[in-house]
């Protein structure tokens, strides 16, 4: 099974931007087929979507929090998605995952149960 490694987070000033990475871990191809999304989630919230992209990058969603703000982005030369943030807000705090899906598309509606292969997290803490 295709497992997924996210790289990128850290500490950030509010204003400021970071850039998290998504592929997997044996670089299959096979990941250039399928739709990603990220979400986040806090202690005192459940796991929240935040961006989409379809399996050829044609299609983008962002939640309404992150829009203009974000950007979710995927080379798929590197078998790689991308997720740039910028203007961050101390609100954006969050542990960040990736999530991929088996086929190409996603639903209009996104759940975190519309996604079966997970990153393993990353933490992203804005500082005020």
Known sequence: ???????????VEAG???????????????????AVAWFRQTPR????????????????????????????????????????????RPEDTAVYFCAAREVGWYPSEIRTTDFGIWGQGTQVTVSS
């Open 16 to 34: 400021g931007s970071v850039t998290l990475s998504c592929a997997p871990s044996s670089g299959t191809s096979r990941f250039n087929t399928y």
């Open 45 to 88: 919230k459940e796991r929240e979507w935040v961006a989409a992209i379809s399996w050829s990058g044609g299609n983008l969603n962002y939640a309404d929090s992150v829009q203009g703000r974000f950007t979710i982005s995927r080379d798929n030369a590197k078998t790689t998605v991308y997720l740039q943030m910028n203007a961050l």
């Open 1 to 11: 099974q295709v497992q997924l490694v996210q790289t990128g987070g850290g500490l």
